[in-house]
Structures are given as structure tokens and as C-alpha cells.
């Protein structure tokens, strides 16, 4: 089992930067696919980057590709999620989400077992 906490986002001018960040507690971080969803208010929550157990393989939604970067590091159990260019559209609440799964990445809501407390974004126009 793993737990997620995450931290980073707030408040960002739009065209601006930030840096999501998420850290795993439990054993075998190395072995779990990692990725970041996002929920804005009246819309399901919908997959942004996912990241497989290496770091060697990375997904992203059409959305944020080209802005947006995920990245691990297993030596200390975290995720990163760093978002560039902002738009207003990318306002939402972002979670992180792992599954135990040593394949690729995965994208679907329901591939994920565990879940962040999710961490709001504000895009100011």
C-alpha cells in the first residue's frame, strides 16, 4: 500500500509556471505507475501525464503536451508535475495517483488504486 501527499500549486498568473509535487510513503515505490489527473468544478477528472515505474516511459494529455513535464524520483519516493504556460482552462483541483504496475504508463481513471488529497490551482487571467 502507498500513500500520496502532495504539495505546490496555488495561485499562478496565466502564461506563468508551477510545479506540482507528490510523496509516496510504503515500500516498493519503484515498482508503482505513477500520474496526475486533474478535476475542474462541474467536469470529471481526466488524466494529464502518467509516468511508468523507471521514468523511462512518460504520457501526456493532448491538452498539456509540450507544457507540461511529470518526472520521479525513486530515490526519494516523489512525482513531479511541471506545468508551463498556463492557460485559465487549466485551473482545477490536480491529484496524483498511483497503481502497482511495472509495464508502461497508464491513463485511465480506473488503472489507479491510490489517490492524493489533490492540490487546487487558480489560473489568473
Not at 506540482?20 to 496526475?36: E, T
Not at 470529471?44 to 501526456?60: D, M, Q
Not at 494529455?61 to 504556460?85: C, E
Not at 496524483?96 to 480506473?110: I, P
Amino acid at each position: 500500500q502507498v500513500q500520496l501527499v502532495q504539495s505546490g500549486g496555488g495561485l499562478v498568473q496565466a502564461g506563468g509556471s508551477l510545479t506540482l509535487s507528490c510523496a509516496a510513503s510504503g515500500r516498493s515505490f519503484n515498482s508503482y505507475a505513477m500520474g496526475w489527473f486533474r478535476q475542474a468544478p462541474g467536469k470529471e477528472r481526466e488524466f494529464v501525464a502518467g509516468i511508468n515505474w523507471s521514468g523511462s516511459t512518460t504520457t501526456y494529455a493532448d491538452s498539456v503536451k509540450g507544457r507540461g513535464t511529470i518526472s520521479r524520483d525513486n530515490a526519494k519516493n516523489t512525482v513531479l508535475l511541471q506545468m508551463n504556460s498556463l492557460k485559465p482552462e487549466d485551473m482545477a483541483v490536480y491529484f496524483c495517483a498511483a497503481t502497482h504496475w511495472v509495464g508502461g504508463t497508464k491513463q485511465q481513471l480506473s488503472d489507479y488504486d491510490y489517490w492524493g488529497q489533490g492540490t487546487p490551482v487558480t489560473v489568473s487571467s
